[in-house]
């Protein structure tokens, strides 16, 4: 890697990085209400209308000191993207992925100055290839703009007091100065601005003697000089922009609240940093290696050791590693969430322990044991909880849609990444003699592989899961749709939509209807309409319609948070894709097996259909069919019970997907319930399950008055055999 020209790292990790963050950034919709939030605080910075290809493009001002709930530096970042390009996805998130290549630029080359090129490439490699860095870098909900503010201000500094060659640059101190002062905007003054100082304070005191005394003569006081123009200039902005608790803290406070254990931050910066978080034990444990002392030695390293001053480098990125986990463990009770603060930080110190791994050819038994149990305890939270990798970035998690499913996915990647760490990191191989010879080759074939993997994850997140998960969280495609259908001027409206997302997708304004007489009001218009409904209100929705006797038809339903609404299908849009459409009627369905069973007089199991066997390692179908008796109590569920002698596996779920709820169910009403129940390959037992069910909420049973069950207000339903 030496013999590469000095100019090919950098370019080539710029070229990387453009590869994973810049294409379809306007192609998936805002994120609602997490980027729409951040658009709509954008939009306020704009003076006059948001800007339009045919419009003139208005101004930014700066936000008056009493709008300021949050530094505002992303913002106005976003605003100007916005100005120049236009109020739409590309304009607002542009910015932000510009500031994640120039974040990437600035790692390598603070990792440079320490440490020495090769690790400057690494870590830009590494902080490129987290989730966390990847999605802040391409949504308005990250804060891609203070952790690039982070890195630079430690970098900058870190890098004036301990350069690996010797060669101090006035540049370094300048970038540092800035780095405060946009941390300052980015996060608040004791965040932004003092986390930093704390860090290089620390380590300045724990390595003092890697500067002479004529050293620090000259030193110092720049030192000095820089962090005092900085602290006025974020004087001088406290008080153009007004003060206030949120350029002091980063954040307003609140009333305390019990924080939240120990491990939840803990958690959040491996999901955001997996795979390499899996390094990241091993790598501080290098760095607290390197600081021990030698009782042998009759003094300290020589000031002018290069090894010294990568020590020095090593302990800050080790501080700032472990009081960023500390900040975010501390923080929430008194200001809220906090997203980990030192993400830049643990990105760079990975790339560096990973660099001088490869370099030297290091391995131990116990390194690819760690990375890899590391690896498999993660990837097994994606499995079963995959909110914990697609909102990692995000300090409150929306509901995470099942229809994206991302478990193959995140098999592959965490099976994958836990076998090439195995063979990277430990000497397997050398128990062989005959293999001996090639294990230095398959661990570096190992390594590389390694970073393909990372680097084909952070393009699957930014190319797949994102704009997967837009579908569900932005209703962005229903006004693609709506325009695909419409003919001429055939008006949008909306009901129950909270924001002004319209405004983004949309060259009209919509009319807002505030009731549910109004929605059925303009349905009931002869000329066709369009309404956009959150898919929550679905069920109240079909039922009035029902009642009404009014018809209505669903365009679209890929999102499972809105959908569009027609009273008229016109081609080319002649689907109605009504999830409830054939599920609630009022003729007599016919099931493969009939069963009579009479929960309370409010509703009545007529049969079921379900296969007599299945093959562990797929999914098991179930339908039931109810006949509604009366009013039915509200929010019910149903569970299925599969039970064999020695093991039970559930089915319990919301009556059709949760999109019509028991209290909307209508007396004369057939209900068709349709479910898929995972059987797991290593945990379901073979064998013949009883299956039994019935309705429940909380602790609370719908009582069983007739037909089969067990006296616990669960109905017998059949059989089937598990193979």
Sequence with gaps: MNALPRAARPLGLLLLGSLVLLPGLGAFGLWEPHELRSADAAHAVLEGAPASSSGTAPVLRVQTPTRLQSPPLQTWAIALGMRLLGAR??????????????????????????????????????????PAFV?????????IVADVAALTALGGLASYLWPRDGQRRVGDLV??????????????????SGLPLLVLSLALVGQRHTLDRDERRVVLPALLGAVLLAGAAISALLQLLGGGPALLYGAVPHAWSTPATFDVALENLGYGTFPWFALLPLALAGFAWAQRGDDAAPAPAAPTDASAREAAASLVLLIGVVLGYLVAALWSPFFGPLRYPALPWACIAIGVWGARVWREGL?????????????????????????????????????????VDIRIATRLF???????????????????????????????YAGLALAGLALAFALWCAQFLTPALSHHLSNKALFTTYQQCRRGSEPLAQYGIVGRSASYYNAQPLDTLHSEDELFARLARPERQFVLIPAQNLGPIHRAARQRGLAYHVLDDRSSRYLVLTNRLVAPCTTDHNPLQGAVTRTRPRPTHALTANFEQQVELIGYDCPTSVVRGGKLPITLYFHVLGNVTPNYKLFIHFDAPDNRFHGDHDPLDGKYPTQ????????????EVDLPLLTTVSGTYAIWGGFWLGEQRLKVLSGPNDGANRVRIGTVVVR
């Excluded at 998130?93 to 974040?103: D, E, F, K, S, Y």
């Excluded at 990437?104 to 990792?111: D, E, G, Q, S, T």
């Excluded at 999605?135 to 804060?143: D, H, Y």
């Excluded at 405060?180 to 905007?185: I, P």
Aim: proline content about 5%; some cysteine.
């Design 89 to 130: 996805e590309l304009g607002a998130r542009l910015p932000l992925a510009l500031v994640g290549l120039l974040g990437l630029l600035l790692a390598y080359r603070f990792a440079s100055r320490l440490f020495g090129r090769d690790a400057g490439l690494a870590a830009g490699f590494v902080l490129l290839t987290t």
């Design 135 to 143: 999605f802040a870098s391409r949504q308005l909900a990250g804060e």
């Design 175 to 192: 970038l540092g100065a800035l780095g405060l002062v946009a941390g300052f905007l980015a996060r608040g003054a004791l965040l932004g």
């Design 363 to 403: 391995r131990q038994p116990l390194w690819g044991v760690v990375a890899a149990a590391i690896l498999l305890v993660l990837h097994q939270d994606f499995f079963l909880r995959p909110a914990t990798l697609a909102f990692s970035f995000l300090e409150q998690a929306p509901e995470y849609p099942a229809a």
């Design 414 to 444: 965490g099976i994958g990444g836990a076998v090439l760490c195995l063979l990277a990191l430990t000497p397997v191989l050398e128990a062989w003699p005959r293999l001996a010879g090639v294990a230095a080759r398959v661990a570096r």
């Design 664 to 675: 909307h169910w209508l007396a004369g009403d057939y209900i068709i319930d349709r479910y």
